[in-house]
């Protein structure tokens, strides 16, 4: 059964177990076809990314913009290596490669996150179990989430100053909320007739909760952690706008105030990249953690 | 026809004892009385049958035994530990077959360093040794019926509770289970209150059958269940016999005869 699916309390009409079989595993040619496919998709995306930076380039050659306004992708390229490796006595950019920029972002989307999930997942634990504090605690979650990070930024920075605190608070600030509504509502779905056989088997209500509960609402918890990071991602930005270097946000801002509006794509597309690339990580953490997922 | 032994098994203790039970779904207003004004008493060591056509409180009654259901009135006293098997296996997907085995022994008291043996010991007894390691979604229906069972036999139950819980298997499977939990019953003592739908089910396994009828849920009829069980007739090898057959007949009938005669305008129940 799906771990969404509500709890049923009968026991009618009979639902068969899938059963297994060999023939269930792709393989042979279906599974080499499929393969095809995934290639061809694989290069229409190829495809379509070389004609956006034709497209892109042709723009730049016409001057439609000027051109500091609007530079060509080999602009954007010259900035990235610049940006990214040692010349003139000067290491990349403010004295860090873009490479360490990035890393120092990472570094702050991972601890806020880390706070957020270690605080979330417990928060939202007892949100989805405990009716008065669900009322209480839900609403306040909800007003966080729906807070631009931008807007408690300059609260942040008279309570902590400029250094590094005010940016993790905002980052825990802003991926707080998904894990811990993820949580709560993961933990109120939790199909009911294994709790019920859990509770038979003689769990009692902390065995429930960690033993049943809490694994049975891990998928929904590792997608509201990976939402977190992506809200983080977009959040680091924001957090970096006040001595925010070293620090790719930082980066990008220091860039706009000199016009180097190439450095500054070039940062937009290294935190894009990475952030696919983290995804897709944690996806891949989300399947091994949660093999059972879409199986029972 | 055959003798009864009823009698004798009215003065081993009773496990179960619900007296004048009645079990309410719904809201105040629209009460839904699932089962009412129930008595059923069960000794040690019988195993009782509840039979009848879907949606007449089987499974309501056999919860309200697990606790699991507030009675609206009566009492319910059920003196030992009872161990649940559902229709549904309800295993834990993010344990492995072991793992689920070990839990409830984990519930038991059973020391960490001690669970390993007794996982395997259980596994054994339902016919899956050496599949501990297993993730439960790679067996099929039929062996995860069986880990539900050894993991309920895991809380060593002195009353097991079982609803259904072949319903959902091949028939094959079937046969094989119900004879697998024939003999784990007989040779281990443990009391089992057993909901089927099946007649035939209820004559193979049953010391003694219940009969349900619905609307309002409730017993209407009793069958004492005197069949030779000694080896060369012990399980499937019953069912060729003429009293078997007989007795399966009357049972039919019985569950046949029940709507329309007891409460009029109840339409009749299907039999299987
Ligand atoms: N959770 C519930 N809420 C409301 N009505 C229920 C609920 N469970 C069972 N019922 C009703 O109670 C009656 C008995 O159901 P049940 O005990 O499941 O029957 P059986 O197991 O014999 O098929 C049925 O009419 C059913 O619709
Ligand atoms: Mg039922």
């Known amino acids: ?296 | 026809m055959p003798r009864s032994d009823t009698a004798t098994e009215d003065r081993r203790q009773p496990v179960i004892a619900l007296d004048a039970v009645t079990v309410r779904y719904g809201t105040k207003r629209a009460p839904v009385t699932a089962v009412r004004d129930v008595q059923l008493t069960v000794a040690e060591g019988e195993f009782v049958v509840l039979v009848g056509p879907s949606g007449c409180g089987k499974t309501t009654l056999l919860r309200t035994v697990a606790g699991f259901e507030r009675v609206a009135a009566g009492t319910v006293d059920v003196r030992e530990r009872v161990g649940v098997v559902f229709q549904q296996p309800r295993l834990f997907p993010w344990r492995t077959v072991g793992g689920n085995i070990a839990f409830a022994l984990a519930r038991r008291g059973v020391p960490r360093p001690e669970r390993a043996a007794r996982v395997a010991e259980l596994l054994e007894r339902v016919g899956l040794p050496g599949t501990a390691g297993r993730r439960v979604w790679e067996l099929s229906g039929g062996q995860q019926q069986r880990v539900a069972i050894a993991r309920a036999l895991a809380t060593e139950p002195r009353v097991l509770l079982m609803d259904e819980p072949f319903a959902a298997l091949d028939a094959l499977t079937r046969e094989r289970l119900q004879e697998e939990v024939r003999a784990l019953a007989a040779a281990s003592g443990t009391t089992v209150l057993f909901v089927t739908h099946s007649a035939e089910e209820a004559v193979l396994l049953g010391s003694r059958v219940l009969v349900m009828a619905a609307e309002p849920g409730r017993i209407v009829a009793e069958l004492p269940v005197d069949l030779p069980r000694e080896p060369p007739l012990a399980g499937h090898g019953l069912r060729g016999t003429p009293e078997f057959a007989a007795l399966r007949q009357r049972l039919t009938e019985t569950m046949r005869g029940v709507p329309e005669e007891v409460s009029e305008g109840v339409e009749a129940a299907p039999v299987p």
């Open chain 1, 1 to 296: 059964m799906s771990l969404t699916q509500a709890a049923r309390r009968t026991t009618e009409p009979a639902r068969k177990p899938p059963e297994r079989s060999a023939s269930s595993t792709p393989a042979g040619p279906s599974g080499t076809n499929s393969r095809l496919l995934a290639l061809r998709w694989l290069a229409l995306r190829a495809v379509a990314l070389v004609v956006l930076l034709a497209v892109w380039h042709l723009v730049v050659v016409a001057e439609v913009w000027p051109r500091v306004l609007v530079p060509s992708p080999g602009d954007v390229w010259h900035a990235f290596v610049q940006a990214s490796t040692t010349h003139d006595g000067v290491r990349g950019y403010s004295g860090h490669l873009l490479i360490e920029h990035l890393g120092v972002s990472l570094r702050r989307i991972g601890v806020g996150t880390g706070y957020a999930v270690l605080v979330g997942v417990p928060l939202g634990l007892v949100i989805g179990v405990v009716k008065p504090v669900a009322v209480v605690l839900e609403p306040a979650v909800t007003f966080l989430r729906t807070l631009p990070p931008l807007a408690y930024l300059s609260l942040l920075v008279i309570w902590f100053g400029i250094d590094e605190s005010p940016k993790i608070w905002l980052l825990v600030i802003a991926a707080l909320p998904p894990v811990a509504a993820a949580t709560a509502a993961a933990v109120r779905t939790v199909p009911g007739d294994l709790v019920e056989a859990a509770r038979s088997l003689g769990g009692g209500p902390l065995t429930l909760l960690l033993a049943v509960r809490l694994p049975a609402a891990l998928p929904e918890i590792l997608t509201g952690i990976r939402i977190a990071v992506g809200v983080a991602y977009t959040s680091v930005v924001a957090a970096e706008t006040i001595n925010g270097v070293p620090g790719i946000g930082g980066m990008i801002r220091d860039a706009q105030r000199y016009n180097q509006t190439d450095l500054v794509i070039a940062g937009i597309i290294a935190i894009g990249i990475s952030g696919i690339a983290l995804d897709a990580a944690l996806r891949g953490v989300e399947r091994a953690a949660v093999p059972w997922r879409g199986r029972t």
